[in-house]
């Protein structure tokens, strides 16, 4: 554990400094209905600093990062698109995508993405809130990104246990996976993010530290992914490694700053 440590590291000739500090939720004990709370207030809070208003004419996409606890540890639900999709294929990502003129809303257009691409009806998800600003993608789209903690499916609204109870894990096993957009999905633990083997310091837009996170070891059968020729599918991230970076890195680092993770 890297709390109260200070991180110094090159990257792209400038010095990154970022204190990683205590944890406003536990990394390593599973979600509870308080911890959800206390991410959900902090949410709150951050976006009342935060409000980026809506350019017309500009084309939007929502993203979902997916809370959720996988046998008991606290994580986020993470996709590797599939090797023969247009844009980002091969790259970890979160579920989510453009936003239709059907869609109600934003966060509407992030969980139509979200069931269709891994499965999880919207009744599965409790939404804690948007944060951001939310960034341009290299394809030109607005992306805005919205954080929810999913439920195993029918167990939602059911839990009435104490604050600090551990809520109910999913089973990757149990996810109706698009494989026509996802090649695999995975469990990031929170833990990584302060774990000095995965964290490695990078620019977003060549002007904002963060972190990217290796998470080669955690996708199963990343080598030639769902694609019989058994090419691989994977790519993204620097020396062969495939890494949690660009906009899905940038993201998740701005979440851990939320969290005081990183500060």
């Known amino acids: 554990m890297l709390s109260r440590t200070l991180i110094t590291a090159a ?31 902090a949410i709150i809070a951050h ?69 269709e691409e891994v499965g999880l009806d919207h009744r599965q998800i409790d939404i804690l809130g948007q944060f951001g600003p939310p960034e341009q993608s290299l394809m030109g789209l607005r992306v805005w990104p919205y954080v929810g903690f999913v439920y195993p499916r029918g167990s939602h609204h059911t839990d009435t246990g104490a604050l600090d109870d551990p809520l109910p894990s999913i089973s990757l096993s149990s996810l109706r996976i698009s494989q026509a957009e996802v090649a695999t999905v995975f469990h990031l633990p929170l833990s990584a993010f302060t774990s000095p083997v995965r964290i490695r310091p990078d620019m977003f837009r060549a002007a904002s530290p963060y972190w990217a996170i290796d998470v080669s070891d955690l996708v199963e059968g990343s080598e030639g992914v769902n694609d019989p020729s058994g090419h691989s599918e994977v790519s993204g991230g620097k020396e062969g490694r495939l890494e949690v970076w660009g906009l899905t890195g940038w993201y998740m680092s701005l979440l851990m700053r939320i969290l005081k993770v990183y500060t």
């Open 47 to 115: 976006a009342t600093t935060s409000k980026t208003p809506v350019t017309p004419g500009e084309v939007n996409a929502a993203v979902l990062v997916p809370l959720c606890n996988v046998d008991g540890v606290p994580g986020v639900l993470l996709e590797l698109r599939g090797g023969k999709l247009r844009s980002h294929a091969g790259e970890v990502s979160f579920p989510g995508g453009r936003v239709d003129p059907a869609d109600a809303s934003f966060l509407a257009a992030a969980l139509r993405e979200t069931q």
């Open 11 to 41: 990257a792209h000739a400038s010095t990154l400094h970022i204190q990683l500090s205590t944890s406003i939720i536990s990394l390593t004990s599973p979600f509870t209905r308080g911890s959800l709370r206390t991410l959900q207030d």
